[in-house]
């Protein structure tokens, strides 16, 4: 199971760090898990942000991409989006998900290839 949080109300331009923590799970397990958060904006679909692989390799969508980042810490079974410089257009709801994956495997940016997801959590961003 993996939760959520630290969404909240920010204006333009300031900064907020979401959490993803994994139950359930031993911190072995945790550690082969590639872990990615995912957005989705009001009447939109859900898109990749970011994700990091059990390696520690990162991915970020262009448009966070210098402004987020994504660490992980094992022995807390939590992963960390940092949020630096948010716009208005950064404003839905973001969810973590992971799934197992080997240590070969790039990492994957297409919501299907995660098995796991924790609920969302709503980040705003006034103008």
């Known amino acids: 199971q993996l939760q959520a949080s630290g969404g909240g109300l920010v204006q333009a331009g300031g900064s907020l760090r979401l959490s993803c923590a994994a139950s359930?799970?031993?911190?072995?397990?945790?550690?082969?898990?590639?872990v990615g958060w995912f957005r989705q904006a009001p009447g939109k679909e859900r898109e990749f942000v970011a994700a990091?692989?059990?390696?520690?390799?990162?991915k970020y969508t262009e448009f966070v991409e210098g402004r987020f980042t994504v660490s992980r810490d094992n022995a807390k079974k939590t992963v960390y989006l940092q949020m630096d410089r948010l716009k208005s257009e950064d404003t839905a709801v973001y969810y973590c998900a992971a799934h197992d994956i080997i240590l070969t495997a790039p990492v994957r940016t297409g919501s299907r290839e995660y098995h796991f997801w924790g609920q969302g959590t709503l980040v705003t961003v006034s103008s």
């Open positions: 359930a799970v031993s911190g072995g397990t945790f550690s082969r898990y590639a």
């Open positions: 990091i692989h059990r390696s520690g390799t990162t």
